[in-house]
C-alpha cells in the first residue's frame, strides 16, 4: 500500500489505531473542569504509565527516607476520557500530558511538568537522589535527558507501531526494532560495569529508566520481550530485577493504575495507609458487601 501525501496535511479525525479518540493536531483545553486539590504540599496529577510511574516511585523512595515534605495527594487523570484537555489540567501543563505536579509549598505554588524536570525538581527540592560531586552529578544528568530523548523512539515510534497501530506495518517496526534493541544494548553495556545506571549511586536517573526499559524486559510493556529477545540483554536484566526488588518501586508502581491486578491497582493516593486499605480488591470487596 503506497501513500502519497496531500500538498496540505488536513487532520482526519477518523484515522483509527487505539489512541485516535485522543489524538489532535491543536493545543489548549477542550472543556473547562477545575483540578481537585488534596490535603498535602504535593498534588500529582498522573497515570500509571511508564512516564507517570516514574514521579510515584519518586514520592514512594523520598517518603521512604524520612522526607515528610514529599506526602502527596495522587489525582487520576484518565487519559483515555481526554482529562488532559481540562481546563485546570492545561494550567498545570500546557501539553496536555501526565504527570503533572503542583508544589503548594511554595508561594506562589510552582506548577512542574515533564516527568524528568519533575525528578530533578524533587530532587533538588529534597537533596536527594541526585550525586552533589559535579562529575557524577552531570553523568546522572546525562543518563536522565538520554531517557527524556530515547523513550519516546521505544513508546511512541516501537510500541505504537508493534502494539496500537490498526494494521502491521514492517517499514516502521523494523525501524523503531532496530533502534529500540539498540537503546538496550546501549544500557546492558552500561550496567556491565556499573551496578546502578549512572555509577555506584542509585538515582533518578535509574528511577526515569527503569519504567521503559527495566519494565520492558519483564513482558508487561508492549508484550515485546519475546520479539525483541530482552532476555539476551543480561546486565539490563540483572538491574531491572534489582530496582523491581525495591518496595518503594513496588508501591509507586500501583499509584493511579487502572488496569492488571486488582490488589495492584490504587486508583488514587491520598495518604500513606491506602496502600493497605484502597487498592481495587479491597473496594470492590467493600462495595459487594454493602450491596
Ligand atoms: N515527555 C513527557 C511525555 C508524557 C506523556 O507522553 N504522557 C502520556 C502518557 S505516558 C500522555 O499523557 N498522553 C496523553 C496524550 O498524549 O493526550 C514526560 O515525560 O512527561
Not at 99 to 117: C, I, K, N, Q
Not at 193 to 215: H, K, L, M, R
Not at 255 to 276: I, K, P, Y
Request: with cysteine.
Amino acid at each position: 500500500m503506497t501513500y502519497t501525501p496531500p500538498k496540505v496535511w488536513k487532520w482526519d479525525a477518523e484515522n483509527g489505531g487505539e489512541w485516535a479518540s485522543v489524538n489532535r493536531p491543536i493545543a489548549g483545553p477542550t472543556h473547562e473542569k477545575e483540578l481537585p486539590i488534596g490535603k498535602h504540599p504535593l498534588q500529582l496529577y498522573s497515570l500509571a504509565t511508564p512516564n507517570g510511574v516514574k514521579v510515584t516511585i519518586m514520592l514512594e523512595e523520598l517518603l521512604q527516607q524520612g522526607h515528610n515534605g514529599a506526602e502527596y495527594d495522587a489525582h487520576l487523570i484518565k487519559i483515555g476520557d481526554g482529562d488532559q484537555f481540562g481546563s485546570g489540567f492545561v494550567d498545570v501543563n500546557p501539553n496536555s500530558k501526565i504527570p503533572a505536579l503542583m508544589d503548594h509549598s511554595t508561594d506562589p505554588a510552582t506548577r512542574v511538568f515533564e516527568s524528568g524536570s519533575i525528578l530533578l525538581y524533587l530532587a533538588e527540592k529534597f537533596s536527594s537522589l541526585i550525586p552533589t560531586d559535579p562529575g557524577k552529578r552531570a553523568e546522572c544528568l546525562s543518563w536522565l535527558f538520554w531517557q527524556m530523548g530515547s523513550a519516546p523512539y521505544l513508546g511512541g515510534g516501537f510500541g505504537h507501531f508493534y502494539a496500537y497501530a490498526p494494521t502491521k506495518m514492517e517499514y516502521p517496526i523494523d525501524r523503531f526494532t532496530m533502534e529500540v534493541k539498540r537503546q538496550m544494548d546501549v544500557l546492558d553495556r552500561q550496567l556491565a560495569d556499573n551496578e546502578y545506571i549512572s555509577g555506584a549511586e542509585y538515582t533518578i536517573a535509574d528511577i526515569a529508566i527503569w519504567p521503559w526499559y527495566g519494565v520492558l524486559t519483564f513482558n508487561t510493556l508492549y508484550e515485546a520481550a519475546e520479539f525483541l529477545d530482552t532476555a539476551s540483554y543480561k546486565n539490563l536484566n540483572r538491574w531491572a530485577k534489582q530496582i523491581q526488588q525495591r518496595s518503594a518501586v513496588q508501591r509507586g508502581r500501583m499509584v493511579n493504575r487502572t488496569w492488571g491486578e486488582l490488589q495492584e491497582q490504587l486508583h488514587e493516593r491520598h495518604d500513606a495507609s491506602d496502600f493497605e486499605t484502597k487498592t481495587q480488591d479491597k473496594v470492590e470487596q467493600q462495595t459487594s458487601d454493602d450491596s
